[in-house]
């Protein structure tokens, strides 16, 4: 799907995942992951997927500010939150009822709500510096 409009399906999860991660059985676990693969390869089937893939808990992140003359390392999240990415997909849509579409797919695969961004366009960064 060349030349569609990209978009970010990201899924938050709580800050301090159990031992199931967000899901409450370890049953319930395997069942969406097993739905989520097959929501993965529908998007494949149909080429909207560009990538996808979740994420190490939050609590794994080192923030990095190379703002200054050296950079500065925090361990931990950039924002303190009581959710935080846990996964996400990249893909390609038409346009933003067709993302919108798929995002419910998504949440409904991996029981979470899913935020979704529209990456910005070629012709959106023209805009703002202008010709």
Same mark, same amino acid.
């Not at 049953?27 to 560009?50: I, K, P, Q, Y």
């Not at 798929?102 to 805009?127: D, Y």
């Given at each position: ?5 990209? @978009?970010?399906?990201?899924?938050? /999860?709580p800050?301090?995942?159990?031992? =199931?991660?967000? @899901? %409450?059985s370890?049953?319930?676990?395997l069942?969406s992951?097993?739905?989520? /693969?097959a ?11 560009v =990538? $996808? ?7 794994? !992140?080192?923030?990095v500010?190379?703002?200054g $003359?050296k %950079? +500065?390392?925090?361990?931990? #999240? @950039?924002l ?5 990415l846990g996964?996400?997909? *990249?893909?390609e $849509? #038409?346009?933003?009822d +067709?993302a919108?579409?798929l !995002?419910?797919?998504?949440?409904? $695969?991996?029981r /979470?709500? *899913?935020?979704v961004?529209?990456?910005r366009? !070629?012709?959106s960064?023209r805009?703002?510096? /202008? #010709?």
């Amino acid at each position: 799907m060349t030349g569609m409009a990209r @978009y970010l399906l990201a899924v938050y /999860g709580p800050d301090e995942p159990g031992e =199931f991660g967000s @899901y %409450p059985s370890k049953a319930a676990m395997l069942e969406s992951f097993a739905d989520t /693969g097959a929501f993965n390869e529908m998007l494949e089937r149909r080429g909207h997927l560009v =990538f $996808a893939d979740g994420l190490e808990p939050a609590s794994t !992140a080192t923030t990095v500010d190379g703002q200054g $003359a050296k %950079p +500065v390392l925090t361990d931990g #999240p @950039y924002l303190e939150t009581k959710e935080h990415l846990g996964g996400f997909w *990249v893909i390609e $849509a #038409p346009d933003l009822d +067709v993302a919108l579409d798929l !995002a419910g797919q998504a949440s409904r $695969a991996c029981r /979470g709500t *899913v935020e979704v961004r529209p990456f910005r366009s !070629a012709e959106s960064v023209r805009a703002l510096v /202008g #010709p």
